[in-house]
């Protein structure tokens, strides 16, 4: 890879100038707060006080601290105990400590920080690792390494800041006791973590890369870069150019992208202002600014889309995109970045983050238009990728997205060729994200739950076809990292017939997927329609199921199913079937099977083409859930047994309003009546009755 | 009745003097919009047009349809279907079209409701009755009176607005076509709802009595007053003084209390503009007045309080409570009605409303500080009441609703001495409210569904003691009516100590229920503490079920259930049992059972006092519902088999914060660690002992 290589010699030429080879760190801060920043405060604080107020409300958190002893407790807890808790809570008051001594210049927020450092320092090097170490690598103070990176990265900081208070004593003393043993700790007996192609491994190298430049030591910079062996084996280039497909699509999806952009851009913004010349920001055409506005174009309503192992409650407002979008738009200057900064409402403590506030307070901000837009997946571009369809307008504010992207490593879910769709503020056709709850520790310890691999990972989970009740390449990851689904077309140009089409070979043996989703925008339907055409393609007999993970209140459905009223049983014994109580079984309608249900003040009518040969189940999850770990949700699994080739045919339509204020309903029931696979003159077409709009036909690619 | 007597002979001589004997009536417009609200509005329009920006929407709106055919259906579908609405649609457009033609003096305006009018009085006399009348008095336009009525109260207004552009053939024949015949459905056809002191009799005397006014016929407007007897036996008057409790509590509850408003206040609006001497917004200690203001009080984050048969979509953003504002406002001057105007966003289009807009427009709002009140239920203020303890402040938004009320009429529920919670915006212990989808043809017309009466109205869907697995009465309306709670004892003047405390005799036959519910503000917790003390009288032995239904996810009961993995039952057969699929049974916990969950950010936990004979029981909603009529919702369940006198004694604490955005979680456990009953000197005091804080103890009244 030549652009590494380049990267690399220009590297070895600029550390030998940045630092001289020593052992005592000098007073310099070298990390992302500067004199730039402080100056920029200052004045913002005098002329527009109310534009840095966070910075009132940091000092007041601080200031709380101040007349307290600090607690250093021996670690003990899981995530969400209260010894993971504190350490936590230190790791941001040595941050703020640092941040607020810059600022103010008041010497008690530098001796906080410093207290709480040599707290560390006196108990790191012997400290035996973490009691709690489950599932995870385990760290010393946490009972993952990934909490122990996280602590470093923003303790350097504080640290970074402090350094002018600190004696020459203190600092060799910080970085004998403290920095040197962390470091090690990270890199040496985490050496596996840290040289890992993972969010693991970005967060240790960007503790260990921004330590390194704080303390002046090239080797851990280099190590950071280039990983342990310096050789270009590991580290953050590496990850640069293998995490992030050339769109900036993150391999583990969206919730990971997030979580891992924060180490990311922090040490790059290290890597800028203490090597300018390798213009990191550059690197790979952009690929770290393209990773920003990919996260930001992966959600709705401000939240991420929970595609794989997700936690929903996670939107654009969390601190690793807040800085993300503040070192963004110091890199950028686009004025769309500041809408979401203002949503944000906060900004990072930062030079970025004042340059922000800068901006925010003379109205600089633009509005951010969603658009239809494609983000393909794997290092060169070629494993699939993620469709999101958008129509914004003053009416509709919708988005489906179709996911056909590969695995995305150990936190990828068994959902090939899966879809979502937002409307209205909400997730109509739902993802169950991840089963876990973070940080509390009466649930599992805050771990990922069991229920995590028995329902969240397998296919019937997601809105995708399962062959004879087994979870895609049967759950086994070893198959499923290997199979990418190929795109055949992605189509925006014309903005009311929008399409995206992947295939996909041996989802199971000898069995093929291919799905096409459109979105339509037509006068004919109130708001934008979509349809999708899934094509099995397999030479056996199989039972296909097709769920449609629904969010709201069933209102209607065209064929009668009978409810099991007075005993529900699953409705399978394992692949997540066993999770699901059947509430009510019947044969689909003989032509086209319709529900319709109500989800705040808006209907959703889904039509499939069906024969009475197929069954319709309604499910609600929560069998064989002694802990009550899963949210109960319902479904409805289209079931067709004994096809091979088959297609299945389905389109969603959104109408009518509930408006409960003025107890008006206005088209509760929806507009299609017949919905047919044609071919004419060789080109298939998907064929649509309308009740008050007739019959129009949409080409398949 | 005195007050009633001296209003009955003032009324008498006023009248002569408003009207004089005639058949047609004058040009003169008599009713809510005046010269003084043109007036207003067209200096706003000059001045503040952003402050009378809705008169432009309702513009908009009537201009669209200006172009189109008038649409006036035979009418056919029940309420939500095409008719329905259409004849709801056409209200409003007769209604507005008078309004714009009064505030523009644009003659299109006054001509499309005129036509509407006239298109109603073509067909009005030889309708027949609603082809889908169901359960309720059927209309003629609508499936229902209620409907009927409430055409009439809103039409009217349109065609008073309209009068002077009319000619005078056009009014005699208005009068003799259509209000004629539709004052004598409502009134002499529908005599029983008409004198019936209930919601739909307001509705129908408001229409009836604004119809009088506006016609300038004596005798609607006496029978509007007074019933069609005209003796006092029904009418307005007799509503004011016995469907309100002196505190201004509606007897069917705040969902009720919010749609009676309506006619209420707009019809006594009309009475002090028409009979000013009347003075009829000071009528029995300013009722309608405190009626308003109670419907405030009534609600939780703009919500009503979801009791009795209720849709808990309402808020006080309805139509009603919009006009009810506005008029309350330009009775009273109060300054913090104002708040609620500006949380509406919109205003009544008459005089009322532009007063409100001009108020608005120069800042004169001041906020609504909630506080704990108590309303008297009962004519006289002696049939029990409604207790709410608030406790606002920068930190804490919560709000305990205990019910002690009489039965509230037709549509009361069974559910005597039940409580309610929220906090943090949720509702936390929960209500399930009425069983309907209001205007949803497809679920059972509109209706209320049969699961109102199978589950909504049973004693088990609400938070008290059930005996036997039967409902309060063994749910007899004829029993349940003449059955009051007595308040023992309503306490607000600490803020830190509040109670409120009720019995009931004979709930079942030789069972009586005291229940006393307590809002404690001590250090010692995070937020305010509720405690229960339920104690039940009975010689007998009996099985008694305390149900909770708690909003939000488990995280941790202190005792292990056995749950139904693999097949679920009903709970029970009958009185809403069998709608309970049994979740999990066990043991409850030897002395105090503990349940924590996660709603939102925040935790909950209910400690109750429990030996090892007790059983907990973990439902969820979803049994012998074949139409998918009722939402999934669970409940814990505490059941003490074989009791005589018990009591149950239960704490309610809020506590921590799971955030999600910085990944820290506080406060996860909770404090209370022992909950015990104790005498002291003959006196009963509640003692508690906290992990932190040690122990505490309360008086019991």
């Known amino acids: 890879m030549n652009s590494l290589r380049i990267i690399a ?6 550390m030998g100038a940045a630092f001289a080879q020593q052992v005592t760190p000098t007073s310099q801060s070298n990390l992302l707060l500067t004199d730039k920043g402080v100056k920029d405060y200052t004045r913002l604080l005098a002329e527009k006080p109310t534009s840095v107020q966070e910075i009132a409300q940091i000092k007041q958190k601080i200031d709380a601290e101040l007349g307290q002893p600090i607690q250093v407790p021996m670690p003990k807890d899981a995530g969400g105990g209260y010894t993971h808790e504190q350490h936590k809570a230190n790791q941001l008051s040595i941050f703020y400590g640092g941040i607020l001594y810059q600022l103010t210049d008041d010497s008690k927020y530098a001796e906080h920080a410093k207290n709480l450092l040599f ?10 690792l973490h009691p709690e170490k489950k599932e995870q690598t385990p760290g010393k103070l946490f009972w993952q390494s990934l909490n122990e990176a996280v602590w470093l990265v923003y303790s350097i900081q504080g640290f970074d800041a402090i350094k002018p208070y600190l004696s020459e004593e203190d600092r060799r003393y910080l970085k004998a006791d403290l920095f040197q043993p962390y470091v090690d700790f990270l890199s040496v007996d985490g050496a596996e973590t840290f040289n890992k192609i993972h969010n693991h491994g970005t967060w240790a190298v960007a503790a260990v890369g921004m330590a390194g430049y704080s303390l002046e030591d090239e080797n851990w910079v280099k190590m950071a870069l280039y990983g342990t062996a310096k050789d270009q084996s590991g580290g953050f280039i590496k990850q640069l150019d293998q995490l992030f497909s050339p769109d900036g699509y993150y391999s583990e999806g969206p919730y990971y992208q997030r979580y891992a952009l924060l180490p990311f851009v922090v040490f790059a913004q290290a890597v800028a202002i203490n090597n300018p010349e390798l213009k990191i920001f550059d690197y790979r055409d952009s690929i770290l600014i393209k990773a920003i506005y990919a996260a930001i174009d992966l959600t709705y309503g401000g939240f991420f889309f929970p595609i794989n192992d997700a936690l929903k409650e996670k939107n654009l407002k969390t601190s690793e995109m807040v800085f993300g979008v503040d070192i963004a738009y110091s890199i950028t200057q686009d004025p769309r970045l500041l809408s979401f900064a203002k949503y944000q409402g906060n900004f990072a403590p930062i030079d970025a983050g004042f340059e922000v506030a800068q901006a925010l307070s003379e109205g600089k901000e633009k509005p951010f238009a969603f658009q239809s837009k494609r983000f393909r ?15 914004e307008s003053e009416k509709s504010n919708s988005a489906l997205v179709y996911k056909y992207t590969a695995q995305g490593m150990g936190h990828g879910h068994y959902d090939k060729l899966t879809w979502l769709f937002y409307d209205n503020g909400e997730e109509v056709i739902r993802d169950y ?16 739950l069991p229920e995590n691999n028995s329902w969240a990972k397998q296919s019937i989970a997601h809105n995708t076809v399962v062959v004879d009740e087994k979870s895609h390449f049967n759950g086994k990851y070893s198959i499923a990292e290997n199979a990418f689904p190929t795109e055949l077309s992605f189509d925006i140009s014309n903005p009311d017939f929008q399409w995206a089409s992947a295939v996909l070979k041996e989802v199971y043996p000898g069995v093929a997927f291919k799905r096409t989703m459109f979105q339509i925008q037509d006068p004919a339907f109130e708001y934008p329609l979509i349809l999708d055409l899934f094509e099995v393609q397999s030479e056996e007999q199989h039972q296909y199921d097709l769920p449609l993970h629904f969010n709201g209140q069933i209102i209607y459905l065209n064929t009668p199913l009978a409810a099991n009223k007075s005993q529900l049983l699953p409705l399978g014994k394992s692949n997540g079937y066993e999770h699901l109580w059947n509430l009510a079984q019947g044969k ?11 989800l705040k003040d808006r209907f959703y009518t889904w039509s499939t083409k069906t024969s009475a040969s197929d069954e319709l189940i309604m499910v609600e999850l929560g069998a064989n859930d002694p802990d009550f770990n899963l949210r109960s949700e319902r479904a409805l699994i289209l079931r ?18 509930f408006d409960s204020k003025n107890e008006l309903t206005v088209n509760a029931s929806n507009q299609i009546q017949s919905l047919e696979l044609i071919e004419k003159g060789g080109k298939k077409y998907i064929e649509i009755t309308t009740k008050d709009a007739g019959s129009r036909s949409y080409p398949v690619e």
Chains 1, 2 share one sequence.
């Open 119 to 128: 707290a560390y320092a006196k108990i790191y090097r012997t400290l035996p």
């Open 433 to 448: 994200g991840a089963a876990r709850f973070l940080n509390i520790e009466a649930k599992y310890g805050g771990h990922y």
């Open 377 to 391: 997946d794997g290092e060169k571009g070629d494993q699939g990728g993620l469709a999101i369809f958008r129509a």
């Open 9 to 14: 010699l220009v590297f070895w030429m600029g």
């Open 640 to 657: 067709s047994q004994g096809r091979g080739n088959h297609y299945f045919l389905s389109a969603l339509e959104t109408h009518g309003s």
């Open 588 to 598: 689909a309608h003989e032509k086209l099977s319709q529900f319709t249900w109500l």
